[in-house]
């Protein structure tokens, strides 16, 4: 079933040298750029993909945006986890349809929003108010504002504790997520999953000194790097620039407390 723009969603336009530049669809509206305006009234009411023209004869491409395409185009209050981090990130964390998901470090919004589309219910602690208002309006504005039905956030420090138990999942995008090994293995279930985005090894580190020490194990933290390929005709190649170190993933599992620290390891 086709879906026509409509006024008040975003759209991804494309021009003819591969630049994208994201919009919010409003009925009068105009994009502009140094190839002339484009007005939003010939988008509206069209099909995803339509090729359009401004004014000056500019080609441009429109199509609705993907996760990862919102994410490196939204408005941001602090450093996003990169798309190529967020797929890894979900399947390390296990995430499904209903989990009870502890999230802190909302940032920008972009982990909640992947973790909102794959079905957790999300309880957000964030220590900044103004990230915590623009993560929630980066979800409505991507997910819709029903969205936030399953996204409760609250203006607090996880390092002082975690109020909810029986959960699923916590994940931390934090640069001492040690500090949280603590309280995490009182809020979660058995089995729960624990995992921690940080930006670099000694941080990773001082994490893992932590998890041996404590209730969890099965840790382990990966990085993932992302190359892409020029692919034209006859001309095959790696390209000449790729996405290296953005962060390192460490994930681990709550296990039972009869468990000394050595089987867990």
């Known amino acids: 079933m086709s879906r026509r723009f ?9 021009d003819a040298k591969g630049r ?13 750029t140094h190839s002339g305006p484009l007005t939003h009234d010939e988008l509206i009411g069209q099909e995803e993909g339509v090729l359009v023209r401004s004014a ?5 491409t429109a199509v609705r945006p993907t996760l990862a395409e919102v994410v490196l185009k939204m408005p941001r209050g602090a450093q996003v986890i990169y798309p190529k981090d967020l797929g890894p990130l979900l399947i390390m964390a296990d995430v499904f349809p209903g989990a009870q998901v502890l999230e ?3 940032g920008s919004g972009a982990l909640s929003m992947a973790l909102l589309r794959a079905g957790a219910e999300i309880t957000g602690y964030e220590v900044r108010a103004d990230f915590a208002a623009r993560a929630q309006a980066n979800v409505a504005a991507f997910l819709g504002s029903g969205a936030l039905e399953h996204y409760q956030v609250e203006i607090r420090d996880v390092y002082e504790g975690i109020d909810q138990t029986g959960l ?6 934090l640069p001492e997520p040690w500090r949280v090994v603590g309280p995490a293995e009182k809020a979660l279930r058995p089995g729960g999953i624990l995992v921690s985005y940080l930006p670099t090894i000694g941080q990773v580190t001082a994490l893992r000194e932590t998890i041996d020490r404590s209730a969890f194990g099965m840790a382990e933290t990966v990085e993932v790097l992302q190359r892409g390929w020029h692919v034209e005709g006859q001309s095959v190649r790696p390209d000449h620039r790729m996405v290296a170190h953005t962060g390192f993933l460490t994930s681990a599992r709550l296990l039972a407390p009869t468990l000394d620290s050595g089987d867990r390891r």
């Open 6 to 14: 409509a006024p008040g969603e975003r759209v991804l336009l494309l």
């Open 20 to 32: 994208r530049y994201l919009v919010t669809l409003a009925a009068g509206a105009e994009f502009h």
């Open 56 to 60: 000056r004869g500019a080609r441009y």
């Open 104 to 106: 802190s470090g909302l």
């Open 168 to 173: 699923d999942r916590v994940v931390l995008d």
